[in-house]
């Protein structure tokens, strides 16, 4: 439910008098008691056109007035216009986008700011409405503090080919990450399963129970605090890499969700994983041909990684 408030006015009937408002609110209306206060306390109650408290009686054939506000959908896509969401290439089949950080792919409970689906229904894009509502046309996804390339589909037909591409992991999805430390060997692959952590729920981690993951990575450039990696993903676990990196006790610098230290991440200017989605490779769902999109790093990362150059 969205849109316009609710207004309901009735007259107060006989056999309802000298019972309190919320009391006589739950008889006529139905809402639960709890509800009826929570509107009364918030000024959305009126007898006779004046503010109710919910102790109040009321008495026969007294106004009762109640504006019961709209309730926002926290799945509903709100079209935006999102600053920093750069479109990388446009088809009749595809979007594909340079998300920044601090935008979710699409809406979720507990999560009301700027998302790439909203911006993209903004912007005037028609996407493919195969998927649950708040995720149409979405058949990968960065996390809200994870930047750079990614695809959106906007044909059915697209959408079904992409999924199943993704699905079958024929996708090449390149990452670069700068963690801590030097992993040990240089390059190597990280092959264990990713659950829920047991304690919080935001977060995740390697559980004997969890889904298998698999990921690739080899060392681009070794600095004195941090390492330069590239990253190809098998799986698309939710946080996968930065839950593989941390087990390897090498998390990506800034990541204080998973053990990062605070202090390099306050040295180089992070207040967000380094980690960003270099390259994407995929056939095209309408000519089958190969086709690889790019993102540059952003500033933040940019300039962390220039810092840790530096670093003597």
């Not at 912007?123 to 409405?129: D, E, L, N, V």
């Amino acid at each position: 439910m969205s849109g316009h408030a609710d207004q309901r006015t009735v007259l107060v009937p006989e056999g309802l008098a000298g019972e309190r408002v919320d009391a006589a609110m739950a008889r006529m209306f139905g809402f639960s008691r709890t509800k009826a206060a929570e509107l009364i306390a918030a000024g959305h109650v009126h007898l006779d056109g004046a503010p109710a408290t919910k102790s109040e009686r009321v008495h026969p054939g007294v106004m009762l007035d109640v504006t019961i506000p709209a309730v926002v959908d926290p799945l509903a896509v709100v079209p935006e216009i999102v600053e920093g969401i750069k479109i990388i290439h446009d088809d009749d089949s595809i979007v594909v986008i340079d998300k920044p950080v601090g935008v979710a792919v699409h809406p979720s409970p507990g999560w009301s700011g700027p998302t790439v689906v909203g911006h993209l229904a903004g912007a005037g894009f028609r996407i493919s409405t195969s998927g649950a509502s708040e995720r149409q046309g979405i058949v990968q996804r960065l996390d809200v503090g994870t930047s750079g390339v990614m695809v959106i589909c906007k044909s059915e037909h697209g959408y079904s080919k992409l999924k199943n591409a993704f699905r079958r992991r024929t996708v090449d999805k390149t990452y670069h990450a700068l963690v801590q430390g030097h992993p040990d060997p240089l390059e190597g692959t990280v092959d264990a399963p990713i659950g829920r952590h047991p304690k919080f729920d935001y977060k995740f981690a390697v559980m004997a129970d969890g889904r298998h993951s698999i990921t690739h990575y080899e060392t681009l450039e070794a600095h004195r605090f941090a390492s330069l990696l590239e990253i190809h993903l098998e799986t698309g676990r939710t946080h996968q890499i930065r839950v593989h990196m941390s087990a390897l006790k090498h998390p990506c610098v800034g990541d204080m969700t998973y053990g990062a230290d605070p202090v390099l991440a306050r040295r180089v200017g992070l207040e967000r994983q380094w980690l960003h989605a270099v390259r994407l490779g995929f056939e095209h769902p309408d000519s089958g041909e190969y086709v690889s999109f790019e993102s540059q790093y952003p500033d933040d990362l940019a300039h962390a990684l220039d810092v840790i150059r530096d670093a003597h």
